[in-house]
């Protein structure tokens, strides 16, 4: 089971952190990634990394504002996002597929499990 936490309403340039805590699963062998979706749109992939933690991808528009990390202890997801924008706003996801990542990350089908979301609004 993955929980999202962290989400809010914030002004444009501000920041949020998102975390996601899987509960349920002792191990860290997933990859997991942060999703978003907007109403009337399809389901984006913004950023993924390993279970080693030793890389990470990002959406375009994402990079160099987004940060994505893990805590394999605490088993927690996260993701850092400054200098927001109102293109921004979304709910976000975060999701996990056992093993390594896969090639094409940012297809939501890949994925196997799924948090219940967190509204980030950038106004």
């Known amino acids: 089971q993955l929980v999202e936490s962290g989400g809010g309403s914030v002004q444009a340039g501000g920041s949020l952190k998102l975390s996601c805590t899987a509960s349920?699963?002792?191990?860290?062998?997933?990859?997991m990634a942060w999703f978003r979706q907007s109403p009337g749109k399809e389901r984006e992939g913004v950023a993924v990394i390993p279970s080693s933690g030793g890389w990470a991808y990002y959406r375009d528009s994402v990079k160099g504002r987004f940060s994505i990390s893990r805590d394999n202890a605490k088993y927690t997801l996260f993701l850092q996002m400054n200098s927001l924008k109102p293109e921004d706003t979304a709910a976000y996801y975060c999701?996990?597929?056992?093993?390594?990542?896969?090639?094409?990350?940012?297809?939501?089908?890949?994925?196997?499990?799924w948090g219940q979301g967190t509204q980030v609004t950038v106004s």
């Open positions: 999701a996990a597929v056992r093993w390594g990542c896969p090639t094409d990350w940012s297809r939501a089908q890949k994925y196997d499990y």
């Open positions: 349920g699963s002792t191990s860290s062998n997933y990859c």
